[in-house]
Nanobody, 125 residues
Framework: QVQLVESGRGLVQAGGSLRLSCAAS????????LGWFRQAPGKEREFVAA????????YYADSVKGRFTISRDNFKNTVYLQMNNLKPEDMAVYYC??????????????????WGQGTQVIVSS
C-alpha cells in the first residue's frame, strides 16, 4: 500500500485560503488516483476532490467546485488541495486517500484504500 502523510492544518477566517499537502510514498503512482476527503464532527466522511496521477484529470464535489483546486507534483509525489473562499461548513478533518485502480475510476469516493492520518481545518466565521 501507499503511505500518505498530510500537512497544512490550520485556522483560517471565513473567506480565507489554505493549502493542504499530501506526500505519498511506497508505490509507483502511475495507476493511482489521489483524493481528498473530509469529515466534520457528527457527519459521515465525504468526498472532496480527486486527481488521476497519469494525465491529471480532476474530480470535485459540487460543494467545493470553483473554490477548491486539486493538483499534483509528479517529482515530489505530492498532491495538494488549494482551498479558497473557505466557509464555516468546510471545517473538518481532511484526509488524503489513494485509489490504486485509477484506470477504472470515474469520480466520487469509490475504490480508495489507503488513508492518511488526517489534518484539521478550522474555519472561523
Amino acid at each position: 500500500q501507499v503511505q500518505l502523510v498530510e500537512s497544512g492544518r490550520g485556522l483560517v477566517q471565513a473567506g480565507g485560503s489554505l493549502r493542504l499537502s499530501c506526500a505519498a510514498s511506497g508505490r509507483t503512482l502511475a495507476y493511482y488516483v489521489l483524493g481528498w476527503f473530509r469529515q466534520a464532527p457528527g457527519k459521515e466522511r465525504e468526498f472532496v476532490a480527486a486527481i488521476r496521477w497519469s494525465g491529471g484529470s480532476t474530480y470535485y464535489a459540487d460543494s467545493v467546485k470553483g473554490r477548491f483546486t486539486i493538483s499534483r507534483d509528479n517529482f515530489k509525489n505530492t498532491v495538494y488541495l488549494q482551498m479558497n473562499n473557505l466557509k464555516p461548513e468546510d471545517m473538518a478533518v481532511y484526509y488524503c486517500a489513494a485509489n490504486p485502480r485509477g484506470y477504472i475510476y470515474t469520480g466520487g469516493q469509490q475504490g480508495f484504500e489507503s488513508w492518511g492520518q488526517g489534518t484539521q481545518v478550522i474555519v472561523s466565521s
